[in-house]
């Protein structure tokens, strides 16, 4: 690429950051690393009724949570700022009223009554629906002036040509054509004042010299507007870039605003973030070499926009959770015990255990750091359970086996001393020899008695080293009472 690639990703302030929105973010990062150019953030704050106090902190911690770094930004600042719309609301009036006197652009004074009342009239594009009639875009100049004069409100709207198609290439999907008979005169200046999002994103794109933007599809049919405005400008349009949607199902779209998950959610609920940002990486894009488990540096380097789909995705919280726990799996157990610790702090269980111990058992059972608590539940919620869960068929173990093994085995386990896992497996097993019964039965009924549920993140002996030599013997009485 002979020119510098300049990406940006510009969120609204509008609450928590969806996985789509993150990954428009990554993908504009991705597509900047790879052609060794710049991403940067803007923040299009200018819909004042939407804003959430604390988002943009949201969308910085995220951001750099994710690993997503950016060059320019309202936090860092750069040469092209302000990179806050609020802040650039001069900028937008000075280039709406250059569009007036192009006439791409002009000033509209219908009151709100007369909007609504076109509802009834027969205005409408090829699709029905209900469109401006150019009203105000026949006032004279001396019109214009006294309303201006006598403070009647306005908007500014965009001069769509009656006639002709808006046609352009699209990176991903190719040439995109609309009849411009099926657009409105959008507005592009607000009765406040503030732009809308159709005209700030064209006005700062160009003046930051974004020469790729990238966004959802749901944009596709409405850049023509924007290039009508590149061209009334006699600036060079920008190359595009949309992005296919992530669907919650074959319906529907992952929406904030029917709040689906956040990053922060599946963060909080225990995902490895690395996953999630992989995982993310996947909804639309597959690499050449058809990876699945990739850092952030690796999906940078296989980064190519025909790698992207032009189908819909469909967010699959399993195949997540897959990779989560891919990712731990590969992590060293002091990191897993680091990233694990506040979940294993949210339970009763904590402190009384050893932790490194349980990282040990833990890091290949579980597939989110969320599952712990739920996998160590049975550390101190014993309680009467139902004889039926000594039923293991394969293993030919019933609740009569039970009533015959734990006796001698508990009298047998007051008398060892040594509670690892080695030692303990080895004298099961001498113990089953000893009395003529399995293996396997002598290990299903001891892992029953003491836990109290037919799942845990271990065997036998895992449990009793777990739990030590007091908490096994106590368990052990209180299920020989339960049997009996």
Known sequence: MSEKVRTRFAPSPTGYMHIGNLRSALYGYLFAVK?????????????????????????????????????????????????????????????????????????????????????????????????????????????????????????????????????????????????????????LIKSDG?????????????????????????????????????DAFGWERPHYMHLSPVMKDAQHKLSKRNGDASYQDLVAKGYVKEAILNYIALLGWAPKDNSEKMTLAEMAEKF??????????????????????????????????????????????YGKYDLNLLCKLLKTRIETFGDIPEKISFLESFGPFAPSLYDNKKQKCNADAARTILPKLRLAMEGWDDYSNAALYEKLVAFAAENGVKNGQVLWCLRIAITGTAVTPGGASEMAELLGKERTLARLDQAIAWLA
């Open 304 to 349: 190519s926009v025909d790698g992207l789909s032009k189908s819909p995705s469909i967010y699959d919280e399993a195949k997540l959770r897959w990779l989560s726990g891919e990712y731990m799996k590969d992590m060293s157990e002091d990191e897993f015990l680091r990233r694990a610790e506040p979940f294993f702090a949210k339970t009763e269980a």
């Open 194 to 230: 503030m732009p809308t999002y159709n005209f700030a994103n064209v006005v700062d794109d160009h003046l930051m010299r974004i020469n790729y933007v990238i966004r959802g599809v749901e944009y596709l049919s409405s850049t023509p507007k924007y290039n009508l405005m590149y």
């Open 35 to 187: 052609n060794g150019g710049d991403f940067i953030l803007r923040i299009e704050d200018t819909d004042q009724n939407r804003y959430v106090d604390g988002a943009v902190q949201i969308i910085y911690d995220t951001l750099a949570d994710a690993g997503i770094t950016y060059s320019e930004g309202p936090d860092k600042g750069g040469d092209y700022g302000p990179y806050m719309q609020s802040e650039r609301k001069e900028i937008y009036m000075e280039y709406a009223k250059k569009l007036i006197e192009k006439g791409a652009a002009y000033y509209c004074f219908c009151t709100p009554e007369r909007l609504a009342s076109m509802k009834d009239t027969s205005v409408s594009d090829s699709n029905g629906v209900t469109r401006y009639d150019k009203h105000c875009l026949s006032l004279t100049q001396e019109e214009i002036e006294a309303n201006l004069k006598a403070g009647i409100p306005f908007v500014i709207r965009q001069n769509i040509p009656a006639e002709g198609k808006g046609t352009y290439e699209d990176m991903v999907f190719g040439e995109v054509s609309v009849d411009y008979k099926d657009m409105e005169d959008g507005i």
